[in-house]
């Protein structure tokens, strides 16, 4: 990065991590006063600098601002210059995870892993985009050997350019589903086809080192169909039945016999855990075999477990490591928590996000739990452009297929996937936003009910789940 020093800058300081908004900044950081629709980060440069910034990034320099400036032309691109600069002298391996869904708790899983061996560190929060990333990376120092780091998008080309920011080792994909599809509509408003998230997902790809490792889901055809075109690509050839790739390694979750491409991590046997949310299941690579009890509710985390360790036994991690490790991890709060009601009914905390097959598959695994009735409330699911109604009506026919005794709506959308499951026959209620259905919600809850909650973040239903348990740490209170 590139600049002019204004004021009292020690040109040769050590600062620590970069910082974007004023409110966060600890000590000892670099301010980026970067423009934004809303707002401009220029008018938080005293707030930042008050707070403990050691100097602030800025294109118009900022008077009285109580500490030293450095002026650059595009206070965004010295962010970014900043971290390639970074990533350059940094001696340490970067894991990007991407996918529709499940790249946070994926991320977790993998952190935990690789931390049996490998000192490690990982993304906060969800910083995966062209601004959380480079203060995920900014932050890292030389007590660091892996990075584990989520890397999303929501527009054609913004997840290569993260990848190119980040150089990663390993390139872990989950899954592809439609989700973000308002930002490939083509021009003319026809719908975008999930082809086009594919397509936006294998840009993962652009920056992965030239022996960096592909981690891939078999059981999704987007994600296969990715790598294969990436393989082909470079030369190579598309994945042979039963054959161990060195560039690419395998999971899925119970593969039906003699499927290609060959999975070298599966797991099989699935069935709950006694006493506990989670399930029990036989991991396998290579031949060997282990027993592995996941406390982390559905099937959609034992894949998302497989995507974690099919990357750390491809590392090394030992089969025995992975499995003792699995027994450690707890759902993040809007992700899978199971949570006894003082009411007497069953709680699945899904609210962190949302789209239409990760409803599904969560209304699958909530009616996998014993109930006298399973409830489904169910928020807007955002950025799905112009079939965003077909989609929603979808979701209220999968509630009464899947015989859901009570669908909850909050917010307009919501109001399709309600009108399509009373259509069949199910009993229904709708709430225009987050705090009404808070109150009149927790009214409709019976001892013994199993109630999903699930919807986009953009619905806030996490509001809902804090009224719901009133020993919770509030919303507003917690980390991202």
Excluded at 29 to 52: C, I, Q, S
Excluded at 153 to 181: K, Q, W
Aim: negative net charge.
């Amino acid at each position: 990065m590139s600049g002019t020093l204004i004021g009292d800058v020690d040109a040769g300081a050590c600062y620590r991590g970069a910082a974007i908004d004023s409110r966060r900044v600890e000590g000892g950081e670099l301010f980026f006063a970067l423009p934004g629709e809303r707002t401009d980060g220029h008018r938080f440069v005293a707030a930042a600098l008050a707070a403990g910034a050691a100097a602030v990034v800025v294109r118009t320099p900022v008077e009285d601002a109580g500490g030293p400036q450095i002026r650059v032309d595009d206070v965004t691109e010295a962010l970014h210059d900043l971290t390639r600069d970074h990533r350059r002298l940094l001696d340490v391996r970067v894991a990007g995870v991407t996918g529709s869904a499940g790249k946070t708790t994926t991320k977790d899983l993998l952190a935990l892993l690789l931390g049996e061996r490998w000192r490690v560190r990982k993304s906060p929060g969800n910083l995966n985009n062209l601004l959380g990333f480079p203060l995920t990376l900014l932050a890292i120092g030389t007590d660091c050997e892996w990075l584990v780091a989520e890397m999303g998008m929501s527009v054609p080309g913004e997840l290569a350019a993260v990848s190119r920011l980040g150089r990663p080792d390993v390139a872990i994909f989950t899954n592809v589903r439609p989700a973000h599809l308002a930002g490939f509509e083509e021009p003319n408003g026809a719908p975008a086809d999930v082809e086009a998230i594919a397509r936006a997902k294998s840009e993962l790809l652009e920056g992965l080192a030239d022996d960096g490792l592909i981690v891939a889901n078999a059981g999704d055809p987007r994600v296969v169909g990715l790598v294969e075109r990436h393989l082909v690509a470079r030369g190579g050839a598309a994945p042979a039945p039963g054959k161990c790739m060195e560039r690419v390694v395998w999971f899925e979750v119970e593969p039906a016999p003699g499927k290609v491409p060959s999975a070298e991590v599966t797991a099989h046997g699935l069935e709950p855990l006694a006493g506990e949310p989670g399930t029990r299941f036989t991991l396998e690579y290579r031949g060997d075999s282990a027993n592995v009890e996941l406390p982390l509710h559905g099937r959609v985390n034992v894949e998302n477990f497989l995507a974690a360790a099919a990357c750390a036994l491809r590392l090394g991690v030992p089969l025995e490591t992975v499995a003792s490790a699995a027994r450690r991890p707890r759902p993040a709060a809007g992700r899978g928590e199971v949570i006894s009601l003082p009411s007497g009914a069953t709680l699945v905390d899904d609210s962190y996000n949302s789209n239409p097959e990760a409803a599904r598959l969560a209304l699958e695994a909530a009616r996998q739990l014993d109930g006298r009735r399973h409830v489904a409330i169910l928020g807007d699911m955002l950025e799905l452009g112009s079939a965003e109604r077909r989609y929603h009506r979808q979701l209220g026919r999968d509630a009464a297929e899947l015989g859901f005794g009570l669908v909850v709506g909050v917010g307009e959308l919501a109001s399709e996937t309600v009108a399509a499951a009373g259509e069949a026959g199910v009993e229904t209620a709708w709430f225009a936003d987050a705090r009404t259905a808070s109150a009149g919600a927790s009214a409709l809850i019976r001892e013994g009910d199993v109630v999903l909650v699930k919807g986009s973040r953009g619905t806030a239903l996490e509001h809902l789940v804090d009224r719901l348990v009133p020993e919770r740490t509030p919303v507003q209170e917690r980390p991202n």
